[in-house]
């Protein structure tokens, strides 16, 4: 069972900038996937980013170029860094991680972008 706690949402303009964190409770080493989903009211929940174990990525076009996903061994964390952000970035964020054929969920963390 792995736990994941996101960390970073918030309010912000738009153009601006946000940074979300995932903490994983065990070695991301032994993550085969890792990375963050997104929810929007009314919406279903989308891919944002995802980062393979070996270090390849898969970025939703949507973002490409503006969202940057990476992570953190020494920490067990992977990162989110969202630069020029748009209000329909606007969302609740979900760090996802697999392990095998498990699959598992953060909390969530509110991203809006408003002026």
């Known amino acids: 069972q792995v736990q994941l706690v996101e960390s970073g949402g918030g309010l912000v303009q738009p153009g601006g900038s946000l940074r979300l964190s995932c903490a994983a409770s065990e070695s991301i080493f032994s993550i085969n996937v890792m990375g963050w989903y997104r929810q929007a009211p009314g919406n279903q929940r989308e891919l944002v980013a995802l980062?393979?174990?070996?270090?390849?990525?898969n970025t939703a076009d949507s973002v490409k170029g503006r969202f940057t996903v990476s992570r953190d061994f020494t920490k067990n964390t992977v990162l989110l860094q969202m630069d020029s952000l748009k209000p329909e970035d606007t969302a609740v964020y979900y760090c996802y991680a697999r392990v095998g054929e498990n699959e598992y969920w953060g909390q969530g963390t509110q991203v809006t972008v408003s002026s």
């Open positions: 980062m393979f174990r070996v270090g390849t990525t």
